[in-house]
């Protein structure tokens, strides 16, 4: 949480090493920076990295949309309690 609001008052949109994780040492830091490149470049090549980019959350959805499915989840908890489901 630190990191994130040190980040909005420096006006950055990506962390540096040491806002992330402050106790790193300085010569620590080649070290972790190839350890999360190699994590990156894991990432990055997994299949779902090569879907394409689509628009996802609240701001794609109408409000109509999202008081529905508000209702229909209070609905689903009203009469239904809870729903198991049987995975195989």
């Known amino acids: 949480m630190i990191a994130i609001q040190k980040c909005a008052k420096k006006n950055k949109a990506m962390n540096s090493l040491f806002d992330v994780y ?3 040492d300085k010569k620590d830091k080649t070290e972790s920076i190839g350890k999360l490149r190699k994590i990156l470049k894991w990432i990055e090549e997994l299949p779902v990295s090569k879907l394409p980019y689509v ?3 609240f701001d794609s959805l109408d409000q ?3 008081d529905k499915l508000a209702d229909h989840s209070d609905y689903v908890k009203t009469n239904y309690g809870s729903i198991n489901l049987n995975v195989k």
Do not use: R
């Open 22 to 24: 402050p106790d790193t």
């Open 55 to 57: 628009e996802m959350g």
């Open 64 to 66: 109509d949309m999202i």
